[in-house]
């Protein structure tokens, strides 16, 4: 007995007392409080600090896309005429994605006028709620405050979400919802996750897939796991909790898109799938998918997902169940919906942000479980050196992170006073130049709609659902034509990489840079919008042109000319192109035929000018410039090379004195 005490001793001399990890310690109620209140307070300071920052350099505030003002348009007749209308209460349609922001934009209304505050207060304290969310589901699924806290941290400094939080749109709201389902889902409050999960497809109708998932995940816990909480769910018939308030919800929800247009969904999602209908999918997954979940701020994330994932498969296959495999069957899902159907994820790659947080979650709380495996597996104390490389990925994730916020500023700088100088100018234009009667015919329909408070006519289906099915059409003239005239329309607004208008003249270009944003007046007789692969060709022609490759450009510009033989646009660039070459008569030959569709063409009429001036035809150069002046009497360049022609070739002083005079007026 004495020899076997003797052993024991020994024994436990010689065994190491491993160190709890850093996250497995206990953290005082109290400081928790103050930090996650600290770092909520930090992310409402970085959506205020964008807006500042924008207003500050652009002297006024405007949002990053057109789409906040389609809301914003839909709040404010809600408001002023009681319908979900996108004119007064004569438009009433589902052409709002999402119809629960949309009610709170309007019931903010009510209280601020000033479009932009309201939308910032939806967007910035929905981040701020997401990251209170984020905290409470990582501090439910890890047990831990710390990982919950650093996680929190690392939301709140995200630069894509901070960014979106002040883009006018429901995306921060969505997102809110999302987490706080799984949130009340987590700690068996089934009725609410039930409730919140019906709002989050009332915010966009991407909700659907979380509802999916969520039923997948009990099923799975159920036959495959057979965890606790499956048990308790299906024994004491918890589904009746979660199901009415889901079934009552998303029922109202699909009556409301069903009332308003016919279909159980929104019209945008109709006509965002046939817009971009034909969108290479391969595309997406390197840029959209691959690209965008292992940039700057992502490249420790990416690697440490990677890892993580092989916790939830080993857990997987030793039947453990892992609260992340949810997170990872939803984030795999909706890129797979996106993959399938719109494989297209909008600027700032907007449409896959509900799967940052998820993302964040995989990979923080995937990584704590590996670290708290190995320590429990290995033979020595590993805890500092475990604790340090969590604390220093974490650092890292969140030093680039920040780093991304300043380029972030310039962002929402640049497209702020994009959407300023073309959207909101043309609306002003439109309202100061157009009858309150006038019908306006465009494909961004926000700004437009909300500024100039004239009837708007969609281009693109989402306040139009019965545009939809032609928008896969390669020629979509004469429907359009059709359909401005059935819905009296009196001008049409397009921007030329969308819907290239050629053969007239645009009344209106606010900046005279891409992208060009053009007013014209609809007149059925001229009306011509060219295919959009012939208008794609004439767009890598151009690049051609500006790299000096004039033969790889002709290419390009015939295969536009075979599509469309009508565009005076395409024939004048192939004038263009032929001028650079020195073939002076094939460029006199097209640039003819361009006059000849569209006489009242200047550019046009310019071009053939400096060929007669390089052929030595003055009276046929003069007469070009002439007509160029007349249809474009602030043509500069025209009226320069006029001056010119009078003073170098005709000696006329006294009529380019007239010239001069002229040029100097504008």
Do not use: C
């Not at 389609?70 to 979900?84: D, Q, R, S």
């Not at 947080?357 to 190995?374: A, E, M, R, T, W």
Request: aromatic share 18%.
């Amino acid at each position: 007995m004495k020899t076997k005490k003797i052993k024991r001793e020994k024994h436990q001399k010689h065994k190491i007392q491993k160190q709890p990890l850093f996250f497995e310690k206990i953290i005082n109620k109290k400081i928790e409080i103050l930090s996650i209140s600290i770092i909520i307070f930090l992310s409402l300071l970085i959506g205020i600090y964008y807006i500042i920052s924008q207003h500050s350099k652009n002297g006024y505030f405007s949002f990053p896309l057109d789409d906040p003002w389609i809301h914003l348009t839909f709040a404010k007749n809600l408001v002023e005429y009681g319908a979900f209308s996108y004119f007064k209460n004569e438009m009433i349609t589902s052409g709002s994605t999402s119809p629960l922001y949309t009610f709170l934009a309007a019931l903010l209304f009510l209280l601020i006028k000033n479009e932009f505050i309201l939308s910032y207060i939806i967007g910035i304290v929905s981040f701020g709620l997401l990251t209170f969310l984020s905290f409470y589901l990582m501090k439910k699924e890890t047990n831990s405050s710390y990982i919950a806290l650093i996680v929190a941290l690392i939301i709140a400094f995200q630069p894509k979400l901070g960014l979106i939080s002040v883009s006018g749109m429901e995306t921060t709201l969505f997102i809110a919802l999302l987490i706080g389902t799984v949130v009340f889902y987590r700690n068996e409050k089934f009725f609410l996750a039930g409730i919140l999960s019906g709002l989050a497809l009332w915010a966009r109708p991407e909700g659907l897939i979380l509802i999916v998932v969520l039923i997948f995940d009990l099923i799975l816990q159920k036959v495959y796991f057979k965890t606790k909480f499956s048990e308790i769910f299906f024994s004491q018939k918890f589904y009746f909790k979660f199901l009415i308030p889901l079934i009552v919800i998303s029922t109202g929800y699909f009556a409301f898109n069903y009332f308003l247009s016919g279909t159980i969904l929104p019209n945008t999602y109709s006509a965002k799938i046939a817009y971009y209908y034909g969108s290479d999918r391969s595309n997406f997954l390197k840029r959209d998918v691959l690209q965008f979940f292992s940039s700057k701020e992502f490249i420790i994330v990416a690697f440490v997902f990677l890892i993580s994932i092989l916790k939830i498969l080993y857990d997987l296959i030793k039947k453990e169940y892992n609260n992340n495999l949810l997170h990872l069957v939803f984030s795999f899902v909706f890129i797979l919906a996106y993959y399938i159907q719109l494989p297209f994820a909008h600027r700032f790659g907007r449409y896959l942000m509900p799967v940052i947080p998820f993302y964040l979650f995989i990979s923080f709380g995937g990584f704590q479980k590996i670290l708290s495996f190995l320590h429990s597996k290995s033979k020595s104390d590993l805890g500092s050196l475990f604790n340090m490389i969590y604390i220093g990925i974490a650092t890292i994730t969140l030093l680039l992170s920040l780093n991304e916020i300043p380029k972030n500023v310039d962002e929402i700088v640049f497209t702020g006073k994009y959407h300023y100088d073309r959207h909101i100018k043309v609306a002003e234009w439109l309202k100061e130049n157009t009858k309150e009667s006038d019908v306006i015919a465009t494909h961004d329909i926000g700004a437009l709609a909300f500024y100039s408070n004239r009837k708007i006519v969609d281009m693109v289906g989402l306040i139009n659902p019965e545009i939809i099915e032609y928008l896969k059409d390669k020629n979509s003239t004469d429907y359009l034509k059709e359909h401005f005239l059935k819905n009296n329309v009196s001008y049409f607004v397009t921007m030329r990489n969308w819907f290239e208008a050629v053969n007239q003249n645009p009344l209106f270009i606010p900046i005279n840079e891409f992208e060009f944003f053009e007013v014209f007046k609809f007149e059925p007789e001229r009306f011509h919008i060219m295919p959009k692969e012939a208008s794609y060709y004439n767009q890598r022609a151009i690049y051609f042109v500006q790299n000096q490759n004039y033969r790889a450009a002709l290419d390009f510009l015939f295969k536009s000319l075979r599509l469309d033989p009508n565009s005076s646009r395409t024939l004048f660039l192939i004038g263009n192109v032929y001028d650079f070459l020195k073939d002076y008569d094939n460029a006199e030959i097209y640039l003819k035929k361009a006059i000849q569709i569209y006489p009242e063409y200047p550019e046009a009429r310019y071009e053939l000018a400096r060929i007669y001036f390089i052929q030595q035809k003055y009276d046929l150069a003069k007469l070009e410039l002439l007509k160029a002046i007349e249809y474009k009497p602030d043509f500069k360049e025209a009226i320069q090379f006029m001056i010119n022609l009078l003073e170098n070739v005709e000696k006329n002083f006294d009529e380019a004195e007239k010239y001069k005079k002229l040029l100097s007026s504008l």
